[in-house]
């Protein structure tokens, strides 16, 4: 069944509502129609079953079905990681993300190749935190990784 990722500050369980890139995941991506059941989930360890009511053209309305509030792992996995060149932080981010880590914290040391202004750290950040969520959209675990810039 198909995870899509509603944010804590929207999550309403009783006016469930996709909009923006899930929306468009989908309904052009994945061409779910109404009728359609899916699981929606806040990364703070809740998951709804949901329906899909009805699509206009910017969301969609959903009909909750079933509500869970999953437990809380145990341990909770952190890591520390030199900001690589390239992509692959990228890669290691989805990784992690995976296998459970609930933080990741980007480190860039003295012999770190990338070096970011706060401006484009807070950029990666939030592009690092999109590959989380779509990370999560195929696994069952509901609780993002939330990356953190540390210097």
Known sequence: MPR????????????????????????NVLRLECGDQIV?????????????????KDEIQLKSQ??????KLKTRICIGQAVPKGKNMDLIIEKSTELGAAEIYPIISERTIIRLNE???????EKWQRVAIEALSLIHISEPTRPRLIS
């Open 40 to 56: 929606i989930f806040n990364g703070n360890g809740e998951e709804i079953t949901a329906i899909i009511r009805s699509i206009s």
């Open 119 to 125: 401006k484009e750290g807070l950029k990666k950040t």
């Open 66 to 71: 079933n509500h869970i509030q999953s437990e």
């Open 4 to 27: 899509f990722y509603i944010e804590p500050k929207l999550w309403d369980p009783t006016h469930l509502v996709l909009n923006g890139d899930e929306f468009h995941h989908c309904v």
